[in-house]
């Protein structure tokens, strides 16, 4: 009887040690697997992340969230008040006269 007892004992080693196997196995591979997703879920949250910022960054360049453009001053013809006028020149006498219009001769003073 007593090799029926070792029988039995040794089985049960080679169980127990079966199981440890079995279990350290599932424990790696879970491991693998939870690394691997968590490189594949930072990879997603990047692009995610990168396609919102371009989303937003082309919204507010090109689409409908670009402000209206707002008119630049520039100088104006217009005289401010400050501005003295410019004299306009006197009519030269050499000049003709616009069509139409009579000329006027220059009167000289009579010599006495």
Same mark, same amino acid.
């Given at each position: 009887?007593?090799?029926?007892?070792?029988?039995?004992?040794?089985?049960?080693?080679?169980?127990?040690?079966?199981?440890?196997?079995?279990?350290?196995?599932?424990?790696?591979?879970?491991?693998?697997?939870?690394?691997?997703?968590?490189?594949?879920?930072?990879?997603?949250?990047?692009?995610?992340?990168?396609?919102? %910022?371009?989303?937003? +960054?082309?919204?507010? @360049?090109?689409? =409908?969230?670009?402000?209206?453009?707002? #008119?630049? /001053? !520039?100088?104006?013809? %217009?005289?401010?008040? +400050?501005?003295?006028? @410019?004299?306009? =020149?006197?009519?030269?006498?050499?000049? #003709?006269? /616009? !069509?139409?219009?009579?000329?006027?001769?220059?009167?000289?003073?009579?010599?006495?």
């Amino acid at each position: 009887m007593a090799t029926g007892s070792k029988d039995r004992a040794s089985r049960a080693e080679r169980e127990r040690a079966r199981l440890y196997q079995a279990r350290q196995s599932f424990h790696e591979g879970q491991q693998r697997r939870r690394r691997r997703d968590d490189l594949i879920a930072g990879v997603a949250g990047g692009l995610l992340i990168a396609g919102i %910022v371009a989303a937003q +960054t082309a919204y507010f @360049t090109v689409g =409908p969230g670009v402000p209206a453009p707002v #008119p630049s /001053p !520039s100088q104006t013809s %217009v005289p401010s008040p +400050t501005d003295e006028p @410019t004299p306009s =020149p006197a009519p030269d006498e050499t000049t #003709p006269a /616009p !069509s139409g219009e009579p000329t006027a001769e220059p009167s000289e003073p009579a010599e006495q």
